[in-house]
C-alpha cells in the first residue's frame, strides 16, 4: 500500500548504474570524499533506524563485500556508540575488503564492534545470533549486485526471511535489482528501505513493491549535484497525491455536454459483470455521459444496477459506426469475449478515429490478428497479455517491466499502461511513469474494467490519452488504498473502488461538505 513516508520522496526514478555514476561524479570529481559520503549514508540510515525501532533490542548487522557493507559497518559502530547490544557478521571475509569499506570495516572494530566471519561462526552460535536479533540491518548487497545472490549471499537472505525480526534494508533489499525490480533468486523482504542518493527504478516496480517495506530516501546532501553530473533519470514516479492537481476542473456553469460522452464497448454472453464495472467506473469519474454498447440480454441488469447509464443492445458490428459518431472517446474489451461478436466489435472500434482504451479481450484478439494504428489509444495489458503481444514469456515481461512496456509502445503506437505492482506508462514522447504503489486487493478480477472504466472517463474529459492513463492508475490504486482500510485486501471487490472514488474526486477538486445544520450543501 502507498505509505505515508513516500510522500517526501523525490519524483525522479534512475537506473542503479546511473546512481553509481552520480557517486562517482560526486567523488572522483572531488566534490566529497568517498569516505565521507559513507559516512552520511550510515548517519541517514542509523537516523531512520532510531526513528523507526528507538529501541530494537539485539542489532544483527549483516556487511557484504562491497561499499554497501561499508556503510552496514559504520551503522553497526554508530548503534555500537549508541549503547546496543550489536552483533555484526562479515558475509565476505573482511580482509580483502578495499577502499571506503575496508576503512569503514577497520573503523568498526576500532570503535568496539564485534565483528565475526561468517564463515568461522559454528552453527549453533549463528543460530544463537540470528534468533536473538530484534532487527536485521540488511547491508549485504547494494547497486553493484549483479545477477542472482550467491553463495553465503543467497543462505543469509533465506535466513532473514525466516526470521520474525523486522529488516532494515541499506540503500536497497539484497537481491532486488534496482533497476528493473527483478527477483532472480531470493531478495531480502524488508520493513524498511533507507535509499541514497538517487531513488532507483526497481524499487517501485515488479519485485520492488514487495521486498522494499516503506521507502525512505536521503540525498546525502549531495542533490545539487545530481544536474551536474549528466545522468538522467529513467523514469517519473507519480501517484495521486501529486496527479490529483491535473483534474480537469469543472466550472460553476457547466453541462453535461462539456465533459464527453464515453461509449463502453464491453459484454460478451456470461460477461456482462465486466462491462457493468467498466461502464460504472467511468460514470462515477466524471464523464459527461457513458454509453454501454453491449450483449442485448445485458441492457436490463445494466440499466437496474445504474440508471445513469445509457445501454444500447447490439449484436453486429454495423450497429456500433452511429454510437461511435456520437462518441468522444470508446472503450473495448472488458468481457469482450474473443468469439465473433467481440470480433466484430473490435473491429469497428479499431477502424474509427475515436480515442480509444483497449482492453483486456481486444488485446487478446489484436495479439492473434488486428494490428493498431499509431494515435490516440490506450493499450491495457496485464503481463499475461502484454506477453502475448509482444510474443516473449511473462517472466520476461517481469523481468524489465519498463523495457517491456517501451518496447510495446514502439510496436503499437498511443499510450501503453502495463498493469501490476508499479504500474508503468509510456506514451510517445517523454520518460515512462511509474505509478508508487501497489495493492494485493487489486489482484482481483473485475479491477481491470474498473480501470478502463476510469481511464475512459478521463480520456473523454481530457482527449489526452498518456494523462488519463496517468491520473486514473493513481487514482484506481488510490481508491483501492481506501477501501483496504476499512475492507482488506482478500475481500475487497470492484465495487468497493469505485465506491470511493468520488471522494476521491471531489477532494482533488476541492469540494467540501461543511458539518452542522447546513450539512449536505458544497461549498
Ligand atoms: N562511495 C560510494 O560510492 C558510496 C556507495 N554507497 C553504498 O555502496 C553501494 C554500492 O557499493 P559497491 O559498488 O561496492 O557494490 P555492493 O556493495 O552492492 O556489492 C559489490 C560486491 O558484491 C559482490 N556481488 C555482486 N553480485 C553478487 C551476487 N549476485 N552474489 C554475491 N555477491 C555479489 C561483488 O563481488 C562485490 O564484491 C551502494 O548500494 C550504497 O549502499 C554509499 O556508501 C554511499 C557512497
Ligand atoms: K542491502
Same mark, same amino acid.
Given at each position: 500500500m502507498n505509505d505515508a513516508g513516500s510522500h517526501s520522496l523525490p519524483e525522479t526514478l534512475y537506473s542503479a548504474d546511473a546512481v553509481r555514476e552520480i557517486d562517482r561524479y560526486v567523488i572522483e570529481g572531488g566534490h566529497v570524499d568517498g569516505f565521507e559520503l559513507m559516512q552520511r549514508a550510515a548517519a541517514a540510515t542509523f537516523r531512520h533506524l532510531v526513528k523507526v525501532w528507538p529501541e530494537p533490542g539485539s542489532l544483527l548487522v549483516l556487511c557484504g563485500a562491497g561499499n554497501n557493507g561499508g556503510d552496514g559497518y559504520l551503522v553497526a559502530a554508530s548503534a555500537v556508540r549508541h549503547g546496543w547490544s550489536v552483533a555484526c557478521v562479515a558475509v565476505a571475509d573482511p580482509q580483502r575488503l578495499q577502499g571506503d569499506a575496508r576503512r569503514a570495516? *577497520?573503523? =568498526?572494530?576500532?570503535?568496539? $564492534?564485534? $565483528?565475526?566471519?561468517?564463515q568461522d561462526l559454528e552453527p549453533t552460535v549463528a543460530d544463537? &545470533?540470528?534468533?536473538g536479533a530484534g532487527l536485521i540491518v540488511d547491508a549485504m548487497l547494494g547497486t553493484g549486485v549483479r545477477g542472482a545472490?550467491?553463495?553465503?549471499?543467497?543462505?543469509l537472505i533465506a535466513r532473514c526471511n525466516?526470521?520474525?525480526?523486522? @529488516?532494515? !534494508?541499506?540503500?536497497?533489499p539484497s537481491g532486488l535489482d534496482a533497476t528493473t525490480g527483478q527477483v532472480a533468486g531470493e531478495a531480502v523482504k524488508a520493513d524498511l528501505t533507507v535509499t541514497f542518493i538517487g531513488l532507483k527504478t526497481g524499487l517501485f516496480t515488479g519485485q520492488g513493491p514487495a521486498v522494499t517495506g516503506r521507502v525512505v530516501f536521503d540525498d546525502l546532501d549531495v542533490a545539487a549535484l545530481v544536474p551536474r553530473s549528466g545522468q538522467k533519470p529513467q523514469a517519473w514516479r507519480r501517484n495521486w497525491q501529486s496527479l490529483a492537481a491535473?483534474?480537469?476542473?469543472?466550472?460553476?456553469?457547466?453541462?453535461?455536454?462539456?465533459?464527453?460522452? &464515453?461509449?463502453?464497448? !464491453?459484454?460478451?454472453?456470461?460477461?456482462?459483470?465486466?462491462?457493468?464495472?467498466?461502464?460504472? =467506473?467511468?460514470?462515477?469519474?466524471?464523464?459527461?455521459? @457513458?454509453?454501454?454498447?453491449?450483449?442485448?440480454?445485458?441492457?436490463?441488469?445494466?440499466?437496474?444496477?445504474?440508471?445513469?447509464?445509457?445501454?444500447q443492445g447490439v449484436i453486429h458490428g454495423s450497429e456500433l459506426p452511429p454510437l461511435l459518431a456520437r462518441a468522444t472517446a470508446v472503450v473495448c474489451g472488458p468481457g469482450l469475449g474473443q468469439g465473433s461478436?467481440?470480433? *466484430?466489435?473490435? *473491429?469497428?472500434?479499431?477502424?474509427?478515429? $475515436?480515442?480509444?482504451?483497449?482492453d483486456a479481450d481486444a488485446l487478446n484478439l489484436m495479439a492473434t490478428r488486428v494490428p493498431v494504428r499509431a494515435g490516440n489509444h490506450v493499450l491495457t +495489458?496485464?503481463?499475461?497479455?502484454?506477453?502475448?503481444?509482444?510474443?516473449?514469456?511473462?517472466?520476461? @515481461?517481469?523481468?524489465?517491466?519498463?523495457?517491456? !512496456?517501451?518496447?510495446? *509502445?514502439?510496436?503499437?503506437?498511443?499510450t501503453v499502461l502495463l498493469k501490476g505492482a508499479g504500474t508503468v506508462i509510456v506514451g510517445d514522447e517523454g520518460l515512462p511513469t511509474v505509478i508508487d504503489g501497489s495493492n494485493p486487493g487489486l489482484a482481483t478480477g473485475g479491477m481491470?474494467?474498473?480501470?478502463?472504466?476510469?481511464?475512459?472517463?478521463?480520456?473523454?474529459?481530457?482527449?489526452? +490519452?498518456?494523462?488519463?492513463?496517468?491520473? =486514473?492508475?493513481?487514482l484506481h490504486l488510490a481508491a483501492a488504498d481506501r477501501a483496504s482500510r476499512q475492507r482488506g485486501f482478500m475481500g475487497l471487490l470492484p465495487m468497493d473502488v469505485i465506491d470511493r472514488l468520488p471522494e476521491l474526486l471531489g477532494a482533488a477538486e476541492g469540494v467540501v461538505v461543511p458539518a452542522g445544520p447546513n450539512s449536505g450543501m458544497l461549498e
Open positions: 570495516w *577497520q573503523k =568498526a572494530e576500532s570503535d568496539g $564492534v564485534p $565483528v565475526q566471519r561468517w544463537r &545470533l540470528f534468533d545472490p550467491r553463495g553465503d549471499f543467497a543462505d525466516a526470521l520474525a525480526a523486522p @529488516v532494515l !534494508a541499506v540503500d536497497l491535473s483534474l480537469p476542473r469543472r466550472p460553476a456553469t457547466a453541462h453535461k455536454g462539456r465533459f464527453g460522452h &464515453l461509449l463502453v464497448v !464491453a459484454g460478451d454472453r456470461g460477461f456482462g459483470g465486466a462491462a457493468l464495472l467498466a461502464a460504472e =467506473a467511468a460514470a462515477r469519474s466524471g464523464a459527461g455521459l @457513458v454509453t454501454l454498447a453491449t450483449r442485448p440480454e445485458h441492457v436490463a441488469p445494466a440499466l437496474t444496477r445504474c440508471p445513469s447509464l445509457m445501454v461478436w467481440g470480433q *466484430q466489435m473490435l *473491429q469497428q472500434v479499431l477502424v474509427s478515429e $475515436v480515442p480509444q482504451i483497449l +495489458p496485464h503481463p499475461g497479455e502484454a506477453a502475448r503481444l509482444l510474443g516473449v514469456s511473462v517472466p520476461e @515481461v517481469e523481468a524489465d517491466r519498463l523495457a517491456a !512496456a517501451v518496447s510495446l *509502445q514502439q510496436t503499437f503506437g498511443g481491470g474494467d474498473v480501470l478502463s472504466g476510469i481511464i475512459a472517463a478521463l480520456l473523454a474529459q481530457t482527449g489526452d +490519452p498518456r494523462a488519463s492513463a496517468e491520473m =486514473a492508475a493513481a
